[in-house]
């Protein structure tokens, strides 16, 4: 009997074992991500941020995919300390650019560098659907790189990077099967993570620390001013996605199923933030002169992660449409193209915002104690709404109870 030797080097217990860790690399960089975009104070990290958590996102699922056809469950720790140590280190980064700088020049070169290796030393037909999933996961993780090496060109190493690439060696690399390296000291430049209460904006913005109202009243002087306030709102949506980011950093036991709706939930977001600029750059106007009203994300971030869900589902989102009809008809029948598509494009998403906040309501107020019908929490929530959001007070009771 002749028995032949495969040249591939990944069987399938190892293939398991590396698709854990890659799931595991890519689900943390998601929590990181969504963790530090309100904390993160340049606008254009924050849009990129959007994009990327969502992007990893589907990395995940295409992990989870082919994980669950291969074991039960799906979801498993790495089974390796010193590769959850990295992870939870990378969280700690001394600011935004340095977090970014440790994600995407020192962890994502290094798993893609695996994808591509694993790529050609699985069994390719048996294991099809991994390389495909793996190909698909490559195209994203290629552009990530690339958009960190724009962004950091000519910037050295730092410590912390230095940091990192450390405890990676200490793992064994992204595979774990490379030698392993001591474990490395904590750099002095390593910053405890704290929740942000507040949503951090670049030098560039004027902060409007105070109510809404006045906007509401521009609205009724005519439709030219109404169509410009509409637009200046989508370039502020960043708040709506720094809520969504936080109720994610908020929710760690919520099932992957969430994680997943909230990471498209927060991308939107960002997208109609993306939107507003767009429109205004096309409009000859600079987004930067709109003043940030972040006193929204410190006055929603004072509440449980299930009531800033509901406040943002049932209160705003939910609330949104009747506005937003009534600006759709009016851009038609101006022949307002522009201003037409950019609406029906983000009422798509919100519709679907809403319908997020319907499926994981429930789930959110089981994780958070709340113990009461979801119909009468979603009726007092929406009156807390109605009371401290649309009277536009807004009001910060730690500041209050300080005063
Ligand atoms: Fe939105
Ligand atoms: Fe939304």
Known sequence: MQIVKP??????ARNKRLLNRYRFIEYETIRILAAWLPAAGRMEYKLAMGRFLWEEAQHVQHLFQR????????FRPPDDPALEELMAEALHAPDERSLLAGLFRVIKPALLQSYRWHSQQTFAN???????ALKHIQLDESEHVAWAEAEFAGQPASDWEHYLAAL????????GAEPR???PARPAARSPFRTP???ARDERFRILQRHWGDAEERRQVNEAARRLDEFENYSQEMLAAETVALIIHLSPDMPWGFVYDSARHCYDETRHCQLGIDWLRQHGLDYTTVPQNTRIYQWRSQYDAATQYCLLTRGNEAHAFPHRRRSLAQYTAAGDQLSAQYVSYDMADERQHVAFGTKWLPELMAKNNIEMPVEQFIEET???WQREYVSGDLPLWNERELA
Do not use: C, F, N
């Open 67 to 74: 994980l669950r056809e291969v074991q039960t469950p799906a």
């Open 197 to 199: 209460v507040k949503a």
């Open 126 to 132: 048996p294991d099809a659907p991994t390389l495909y």
């Open 168 to 175: 990676l060696a200490h793992a064994g690399g992204i595979s």
């Open 7 to 12: 040249a591939e080097q990944v069987d399938m």
């Open 382 to 384: 929406v009156a807390l």
């Open 181 to 183: 390296s001591q474990k």
